[in-house]
């Protein structure tokens, strides 16, 4: 068999040459026979047709010869490709269509799956991916499942002492903005910090210096930092003495001990890298290290996760868990990078695939009709052929090709609608959206386009093939045959099918509007309107001394509120519509006085409340007479007021025994990011505690928020042109070593919160309104087919008395029922299918009315437009259709 297929494709590769020396073997074989016929007398030119003849054909040895090189089948097949082409040059309408209809599909497809490939299926650029892991715990006995994947410096302790069987590393659960100073060159970068070993784990080994050590990654160790390639060449020219030299970052000077290798990613994607040097204190006392871990030679999974389990149960936070959850259990085990890199996306990402099927499910059985259509006008032709002698199995195999034609046609314009869809769709996604830096063609989407296309060939042409089987030498007459009796039953079918895919497709992308809708619609608390806001990283030594803090606080504002057009300006460590700090506080009244709660924290400036237009509801807002050495006080939002001091008022009452509580304000809308929770809104209402800037006197607070948060400087403006600009002046006066990270009208991050859902619905509606077409397109052409077909039935009817209205009304209903069996049985699938969108959907029920409203009365406008072709039955004339037909 190989050496066959050998002989093959050799023979393939030199064909033309093969047909050279064929002819030449041959030309030589009649020359010699001739000749030898000339030396028994024969004159030159009867020896030279004797010859010929009897070699028994020129073109009959030939294709014997190429039959016994396994080309023969090739030439039938090139013929038949051949053939079929030009039928399908006869159809341009209906080989358009078909190209067009899986072009559209398999290049949704080709663009979904192109980030189901990049996102699920490659491999992460580390040596044996496979053997990395991150820690993950599953809470049992809740009402919801619980995932926590960080730990504490008390349970990074435990892992890095108990844990034999993988190497652990842990880094900060994300970057922080900051201050890069190199010479006179000062840039905003992204800052990571990781433990010893962690560029070990990941098998990233640095193109200039080393890693961190040991030593360096203990609480009070040296300042070193490691850069990123990228960082390297742009800042500091790629000099190769680089290390040992020293930078300022973050307001101190670093030494440089590496610089990572070009490409090189981490998890934390961050510009520079410093030494975590963890502890149990400042970041270590709460669960803000993220664990990363490579299994070591000759150990298991499963002997990690015993391990791990076994380790982080000895730790404080564990023990205080199961006492302040009776009932439950918590359990720790090690999951692959890749699948916690992309799990928040990973339902997402399936569900648009799902769609995109969906979508060349539509296409194959909207193709299969168009297919039986043509099938029925061939009818005449195929009996012809078989009648002279064709076998049913070559005209089969012409169909298929025909089939196979239109798919590759379909698969390489699809492949380019994918790439373009691609491109667009990578631009519609914000920056650091997705969490790889590359999304391509590669050859797994290339293969997966060309098996996407051989399966539409085969979806849509097994019916017509079917149907083909029982055409007959009588077929060609009128109404004989199971295509020409059977085919509108069976279109009808495969255009329900359709319909109901189509109402599922519908739906979801209703229930995702809906939410979106409804997300995009909460009330904010404040006013957006003309609010401009610059985030400047604060993580930096200079600022972890409250009085300076206080003074850049107070200089940049005075400057600020000068600039023209400036209402009002304020500084806040976080906004509407981001995360806030959680913190714990203790209520000194209320019904739950003496407990200490978790909630939201905020440190803003005085006039913070005018600038966003937060309203008060009760007391006052704070002013500039809340100085450090004053009367610690505080404001809550109306949530917090309700939850913990009910109808009582909160204002005059104590927080952590000693600060007043002097005002309540408005609840504002925020990012419910880090909400690990399955059906956690990305957007929430939740309690608030306002603290003055100027009474955050805690230096260990000030460095540990601003390790994580960049405050915002915010300003209200009636004309916001040069605003910007002029807030960039006034921080950069304030302090040159400052750099801005971004400035920000407020709406634009209030769009930026819900960026994931707003591609997702995109995405879904394009997919949804695709098939909302295709099956227009099914019942246009059933209608219309059924129009054509009838032309003599309509004449007789009309001819007996039928009116206009009558008969159309007779033929439409083909259409008409054919949508509304499809319409029901979607809404049926809708049933079974919608669930599974349960924890997408805030605020708007899997069965929501107005939704299922919205798809049944669309459908219904796309059906009554498409059976137009209807009307063509005005311009009938019952007495030339007869005399027609």
Not at 144 to 163: C, F
Not at 205 to 234: C, I, K, Y
Not at 770 to 785: D, H, R, Y
Request: glycine share 10%.
């Amino acid at each position: 068999m190989l050496a066959r297929l050998r002989s093959l494709v050799g023979s393939l590769a030199q064909r033309r040459t093969f047909e050279a020396d064929l002819d030449e073997e041959l030309g030589a074989h009649i020359e010699q026979y001739t000749r030898d016929l000339i030396g028994s007398g024969m004159s030159p030119e009867d020896a030279h047709r004797q010859a010929r003849l009897e070699l028994g054909g020129l073109n009959t040895v030939k294709d014997e010869c190429r039959e016994a090189r396994g080309l023969g089948a090739f030439d039938a097949f090139q013929r038949e490709c051949r053939y079929a082409a030009r039928q399908l040059r006869r159809s341009p309408g209906f080989a358009g269509t078909v190209v067009l209809t899986l072009a559209l599909s398999i290049g949704a497809n080709t663009a979904i799956f192109s980030l189901v490939n990049t996102l699920l299926l490659e491999a992460l650029p580390y040596a044996q991916p496979e053997r990395i892991g991150t820690l993950y715990a599953r809470t049992s006995g809740l009402e919801s499942a619980e995932a926590r994947r960080t730990v504490d410096g008390e349970q990074w302790e435990h892992v890095r002492d108990e844990v034999s069987s993988v190497v652990p590393a842990v880094a900060t659960t994300g970057t922080s903005g900051a201050n890069i100073r190199a010479g006179s060159v000062v840039r905003y970068v992204r800052a990571g910090r990781v433990s010893a070993r962690y560029f070990d784990v990941l098998a990233l080994h640095p193109v200039v210096g080393r890693t961190f050590a040991p030593d360096e990654d203990v609480p009070n160790g040296p300042n070193v930092a490691m850069l990123s390639h990228a960082l390297w060449q742009n800042m500091l020219g790629g000099r190769t003495d680089v290390v040992g030299q020293s930078v300022m970052l973050k307001g101190e000077p670093y030494t440089v001990v590496g610089v990572l290798p070009e490409g090189a990613t981490t998890p934390l994607e961050a510009d520079v890298y410093t030494a975590l040097q963890p502890n149990r204190d400042g970041d270590g006392r709460a669960a803000n290290f993220r664990l990363v871990m490579r299994l070591r030679d000759g150990a298991t999974w499963q002997q990690a996760d015993a391990e791990l389990h076994r380790a982080l149960s000895a730790s404080s936070r564990f023990q205080n868990f199961a006492r302040e959850n009776p009932g439950t259990q918590l359990n720790y085990h090690a999951v692959p990078l890749q699948q916690a890199a992309t799990d928040t996306l990973r339902p997402q990402v399936l569900a648009l695939m799902i769609a995109a099927g969906l979508i060349v499910l539509i296409a194959c059985a909207n193709i299969a009709g168009l297919s039986l259509v043509r099938m029925l006008r061939r009818t005449r032709e195929i009996t012809i052929r078989l009648a002279l002698g064709a076998s049913r199995w070559q005209i089969q195999r012409q169909l298929w090709v025909e089939h196979l034609l239109l798919a590759a046609a379909g698969g390489m314009v699809g492949l380019g609608v994918g790439a373009l869809a691609l491109r667009g769709l990578l631009q519609l996604l914000p920056e650091r959206f997705l969490p790889v830096a590359t999304v391509t063609l590669d050859g797994r989407v290339l293969g997966f386009t060309l098996l996407l296309s051989l399966m539409t060939c085969v979806l849509s042409g097994v019916l017509p093939a079917v149907a083909m089987g029982g055409v007959s030498l009588r077929s060609s007459a009128p109404g004989r045959g199971v295509i020409g009796g059977g085919h509108i039953r069976l279109r009808q079918m495969l255009i329900g099918g359709e319909v109901a895919l189509t109402v599922v497709l519908l739906a979801a992308a209703g229930l995702l509007v809906r939410t979106l809708i409804g997300l995009q619609t909460m009330p904010p608390g404040f006013n957006p309107a003309g609010v401009i806001t610059a985030k400047v990283s604060l993580d930096d030594v200079r600022y972890h001394d409250p009085g300076a803090f206080r003074r850049l606080l107070t200089e940049s504002l005075s400057a600020m509120s000068r600039i023209p057009g400036v209402q009002s300006a304020a500084v806040a460590l976080t906004l509407p519509y981001e995360r806030a700090v959680f913190n714990g506080v203790k209520l000194g009244s209320g019904k739950e006085a003496g407990r200490t709660i978790s909630t939201n924290h905020v440190y803003v400036t005085p006039r913070y409340f005018e600038t966003m237009q937060i309203a008060v509801l009760e007391g006052r807002v704070f002013t500039d007479a809340d100085g450090p050495d004053d009367q610690p006080v505080t404001i809550v939002n109306r949530s917090f007021a309700r939850k913990f001091f009910g109808e009582e008022s909160p204002v005059g009452r104590y927080l952590d025994d000693k600060v007043l509580i002097v005002g309540i304000v408005a609840d504002t809308v925020l990012s419910a990011e880090g909400r690990l929770n399955p059906g956690t809104a990305p957007l929430t209402r939740e309690e608030m505690v306002y603290v003055p800037a100027a009474q955050v006197t805690d230096s260990k607070m000030l460095a540990l928020a601003h390790g994580f948060f960049q405050p915002s400087w915010i300003v209200r403006t009636a004309a916001p042109a040069g605003v910007p600009a002029q807030m960039q002046r006034v921080l950069s006066n304030a302090d040159p070593q400052l750099a801005m990270s971004g400035v920000f009208e407020m709406s634009d991050l209030m769009a930026l919160a819900l960026a994931r859902q707003r591609v997702a619905v995109a995405l879904l509606a394009v997919m949804s309104a695709l098939a909302l077409l295709l099956s227009a397109v099914g019942i246009f052409a059933l209608v219309a087919s059924v129009v054509a077909q009838r032309t003599r039935e309509i004449g007789i009817l009309m001819a007996l008395g039928s009116t206009v209205p009558q008969t159309m009304v007779r033929v439409g209903r083909a259409g008409v029922i054919t949508s509304g069996v499809g319409l029901l049985l979607g809404l049926i699938l809708c049933a079974v299918v919608l669930p599974a969108m349960r924890s997408v959907l805030y605020g708007v029920g899997v069965y929501d009315l107005p939704t299922m409203l919205a798809v049944v009365l669309t459908l219904v406008a796309v059906t009554l437009l498409a059976t137009t072709p209807i009307l063509r039955i005005a311009r009938i004339d019952p007495v030339k259709a007869l005399r027609e037909e």
